[in-house]
């Protein structure tokens, strides 16, 4: 079974190759440099492709789709330190075939390879959890209607109360800073506050973020 693995951290790669290659029928093809992977692919067949979300000049989503503009049978795995529930519907629109945590066991990941290969797709529990609850209804004030806060927005909260600036936020996201401020205009109109300490102090008072968490 051949594999290509693209991820921009060279120490990354290399020890994920080991793991990979501990198995004797998996050879793995490793590219740290995102425009070098359309000609890969092109030159040679790969059972499975490994991409990471975040990677300079190209994230994974944009990378995936270009990669099935000459390869649309390709079977490609999101493999990534970071959440990916927030970005769970991009990824599918883009035609990932499944995901990867970096924190994976060397068996769980050698499964989740073995898997897509006969394209069977495993998606880590915690995911299915988080994906299970879409919206969030909440009571507020009694002059005021319930609340609906979607899945993105109680993101967007979480961040806010680690009190990230909009900067870091916005590359968490992977949206830009002006649909970010625009999605805190919204936030603040929908609970009818005019700063982040309210919004937050807001969210708790609602059950939306944990009281108890210390940001």
């Known amino acids: 079974m051949n594999v290509l693995l693209v991820d921009d951290h060279r120490s ?15 050879q793995v093809t490793i590219e740290t440099d ?16 490994l991409l990471d979300l975040y990677m300079p000049n190209m994230n994974g989503a944009d990378l995936t789709r270009k990669l099935l503009e000459y390869v649309p049978d390709a079977i490609i795995l999101i493999y990534s330190g970071f959440e990916i529930a927030p970005h769970f519907n991009l990824l599918m629109e883009s035609g990932v075939s499944g ?16 898997c897509a290969a006969r394209k069977q797709a495993i998606i880590p529990m915690q995911l299915l959890r988080q994906l299970r609850r879409q919206e969030i209804m909440v009571q507020g004030d009694t002059d005021h209607e319930p609340t609906t ?3 993105e927005e109680d993101r967007l ?23 970010l401020e625009y999605n805190l205009t ?7 506050v ?21 940001y």
Do not use: W
């Open 149 to 151: 806060i979607t899945q």
């Open 186 to 192: 919204e936030l603040f109109q929908k609970l009818h």
């Open 34 to 49: 995102v425009y070098c992977v359309p000609d890969l692919i092109r030159l040679k067949k790969f059972d499975v492709i």
């Open 157 to 179: 909260l979480r961040e806010l109360a680690k009190g990230k600036s909009n900067k870091d936020i916005s590359r968490t996201l992977m949206i830009s800073q002006r649909s």
């Open 12 to 26: 990354v790669v290399e020890g994920t190759k080991m793991l990979i290659e501990s198995e004797p029928d998996i």
């Open 99 to 114: 995901f990867v945590s970096k924190t994976s066991t060397r068996e769980e990941l050698i499964q989740a390879i073995r």
């Open 194 to 214: 005019n700063s982040r300490v309210e919004v937050i102090k807001k969210a708790k008072s609602l059950g939306i973020l944990p009281t108890e968490d210390l």
